[in-house]
């Protein structure tokens, strides 16, 4: 007597990521946002990010934003080759989504990224500043270049006293308990040099502090940060992110790297 197969339901189809055409024109810097509900922002950014230097590309690295900001980069970046989009399933959190898009660029052969935030707090116009900073005719290479509010001449615009006061806060800890130095280490807007990137030998934190944990890393596998100063412009669109349970992930995070700086035998 044979036996009938045992009948499988299929499982239910996952929802695939969505992406944007895969023919990149060759080019060497990368501009990486991260997005998520920016669907205020998301036009001007590209267009101000294009505009900033003809031989930009830009990836959008969207985490399936409900109100549509994935699906408008979608439908620019299908006018627009320089444009690209990664729409993400079943993923959330800033610095995976930074670091996804990192690797793509390393991917697709380009030597720099540029990471800026989606809501247009980061000037894309200071972006050829960050690449020169990296790279100085003349002068000594850097591997990361901070857009830093921290330093002479950068400035914040609009922030309530709370948030200058924790982000002193975070600020400090990352200089003086975590040993990295930058002023202003927890800043997103950044130009980074690829293949430094590539040999980071961490996993990356998934939320917020990948920024401060990305320099800590680099820092100590002798890597070189400088800082450039920026106006940063407290979001005028949209609505943050960083809500109490990304907040306390990211200090959880910090905490955890202190712990490795100063009881590295125990971490
Ligand atoms: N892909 C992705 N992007 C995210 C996620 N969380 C935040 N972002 C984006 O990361 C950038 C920084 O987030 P913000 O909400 O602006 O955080 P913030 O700058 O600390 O807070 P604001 O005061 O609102 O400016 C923005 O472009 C967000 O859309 C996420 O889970 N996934
Ligand atoms: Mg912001």
Not at 29 to 42: G, R
Not at 156 to 168: E, K, N
Request: charged content about 20%.
């Amino acid at each position: 007597m044979t036996v009938p197969p045992i009948p499988v339901t299929p499982a239910p189809a996952t929802h695939p990521d969505l992406r944007s055409a895969d023919d990149w024109p060759g080019g060497s810097v990368l501009v990486v946002a991260a997005t998520f509900n920016e669907a205020e922002n998301i036009a001007t950014l590209v267009r101000r990010v294009l505009a900033a230097e003809p031989s930009l590309q830009m990836l959008v690295v969207d985490d399936n934003s409900p109100d549509g900001t994935g699906t408008e980069a979608l439908a620019i970046a299908a006018t627009d080759p320089r444009l690209h989009v990664l729409v993400r399933r079943g993923r959330r959190g800033l610095g995976s989504a930074v670091v996804e898009g990192f690797r793509e660029a390393a991917r697709r052969g380009f030597a720099v990224a540029v990471n800026l935030d989606g809501d247009l707090s980061h000037d894309p116009d200071d972006i050829p500043r960050l690449l020169v900073a990296l790279d100085p005719p003349g002068g000594r290479a850097a591997d990361v270049a901070l857009g830093s509010r921290r330093v002479p001449g950068g400035a914040i615009v609009g922030w309530p006293l709370g948030r200058h006061v924790s982000h002193r806060l975070v600020v400090w800890f990352t200089r003086f308990v975590l040993g990295v130095p930058a002023r202003d280490g927890s800043t997103g807007f950044r130009a980074v040099r690829l293949d430094v990137f590539g040999r980071l030998p961490d996993r990356h934190p998934e939320g917020y502090a990948f920024f401060e944990a990305m320099l800590w890393q680099l820092h100590r596998q002798g890597g070189r940060i400088v800082e450039v100063p920026i106006t940063f412009v407290d979001r005028q669109n949209g609505r943050s992110k960083a809500g109490p349970a990304v907040v306390l992930a990211a200090v959880s995070d910090l905490l955890h790297l202190a712990w490795r700086t100063w009881w590295p035998w125990a971490a």
